[in-house]
């Protein structure tokens, strides 16, 4: 139903836009076209009222994070992504494989009793296939059974399937049984074939990672989705990457949020002069907010774009801040993230969100409530 307050914005709007904008207020899907025209001509207020309808439809004021550590068990990997500063070749100088013990030492290094998840990713090492990933989360699993276990992108997956010679629902039901719980949305850049030959050759494609994602609902293994932009692509490959992964979401409901990852900039081959402003981070939030219509949550990744422009991203579409993180990933600060050691106490937390005016909920992995504040 179209909510008076709502409803102002529209006289300021082109005739294209004015449009959209009435459907969105009446609570109806925008198609692809429309989804175009909202990127190439909507204002940054216009899209921030109408990306905030639809969060407090869905979220009211809520905002979620939780208690996580993330733990990345080797910065060695066989691709050659040209966008990311993480990735070494086995013998280089800074590259890192922790075996499983020594990451279990480092969790109780890091672990206090309040974390209820651990987010594992790393690199896609040549010679760790699926036994090593589920002795892992076996060791993991009898240490902290209480603590949710959201691991491994499509991308390390598929290599472990491979690896193992296995289909891709081997691989998850015996990563299940083990003890994963849910996995995070990595690895999906841009869903578009000619330009992952530019940015990610020798990364699973498209269709695989839709696939897996699939294939894990299917198993009832959670996911989240994520959307790497601000590099070389341009706005149709932005909205495809979207509408294939809403069109997933109407069959299997298996995605829990939506990040989408500003690229940065430093130590990476893709070597782009300029990073995506404030303006368009804003207004591709709240895009993604309108579109994805089946999606729950809209994540801010706050150690990527910083905490400001994350509690200023609370006013366009985001109701999520994932977690507290305990200074415990590196993936971003090698890119030259704001954040060189992202954590944040549940206090800095609830204060951020609190200034923006929102309602700060403590949620366990899979969004149900463990605290509002
Ligand atoms: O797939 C790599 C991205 C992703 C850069 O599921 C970069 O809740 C920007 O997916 N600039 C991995 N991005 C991290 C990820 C993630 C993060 C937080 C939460 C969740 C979740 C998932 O990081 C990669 C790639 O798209 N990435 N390099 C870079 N230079
Ligand atoms: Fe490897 Fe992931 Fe970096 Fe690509 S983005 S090189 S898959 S660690």
Redesign the pocket.
């Known amino acids: 139903m179209m909510e008076e307050n709502s409803t102002t914005v529209l006289a300021y709007l082109n005739e294209n836009c004015k449009q959209i904008f009435t459907k969105i207020f009446s609570g109806k899907r925008i198609s692809v076209e429309e989804c175009l025209i909202l990127y190439n001509e909507a204002s940054l207020s216009a899209l921030g009222v109408a990306a905030n309808f639809v969060r407090e439809q869905k979220n009211k004021r809520f905002v979620y994070f939780n208690k996580n550590i993330h733990i990345e068990p080797t910065n060695i990997?066989i691709?050659?992504?040209v966008f990311?500063s993480?990735?070494r070749k086995k013998n280089e100088e800074d590259s890192w494989e922790l075996s499983v013990d020594e990451i279990a030492n480092s969790i109780s290094s890091n672990c206090t009793d309040s974390i209820t998840e651990f987010h594992i990713v790393g690199?896609?090492h040549p010679e760790r296939k699926l036994d090593f990933y589920v002795e892992l989360l076996t060791t993991l699993k009898l240490a902290y059974p209480e603590v949710h276990i959201k691991a491994f992108t499509a991308?390390e997956i598929e290599f472990m399937a491979i690896a193992s010679r296995c289909s891709f629902e081997e691989a998850l039901t015996a990563l299940q049984n083990a003890g994963l719980n849910s996995m995070p949305g990595g690895?999906a850049e841009i869903f578009d074939e000619e330009l992952r030959k530019k940015i990610?050759p020798s990364?699973t494609n498209s269709d695989n990672w839709l696939k897996i994602h699939e294939t894990a609902h299917n198993l009832n293994i959670p996911t989240t989705a994520t959307m790497l932009y601000g590099h070389i692509e341009s706005y149709e490959q932005r909205v495809n990457h979207l509408m294939r992964l809403r069109n997933v979401q109407d069959k299997t409901g298996g995605f829990q949020a939506f990040i989408p990852l500003k690229y940065k900039k430093e130590n990476n081959p893709l070597g782009l002069s300029t990073e995506v402003s404030w303006v368009e981070v804003l207004r591709n939030f709240a895009v993604s907010r309108i579109f994805l219509d089946n999606i729950n949550h809209i994540k801010a990744y706050w150690p990527m774009i910083g905490k400001d422009l994350a509690q200023i991203s609370l006013d366009f579409g985001v109701d999520d801040f994932d977690g507290t993180i305990n200074d415990s990933t590196k993936i971003y600060s090698m890119a030259g993230a704001e954040d060189t050691n992202p954590s944040m106490t549940q206090e800095q937390m609830v204060a951020l969100i609190k200034e923006a005016r929102k309602v700060p909920v403590e949620r366990d992995s899979v969004y149900n409530t463990i605290s509002f504040f």
Request: hydrophobic letters at 25%.
């Open positions: 990997c691709h050659n992504c990311c993480y990735a690199g896609v991308v690895g990610c990364k």
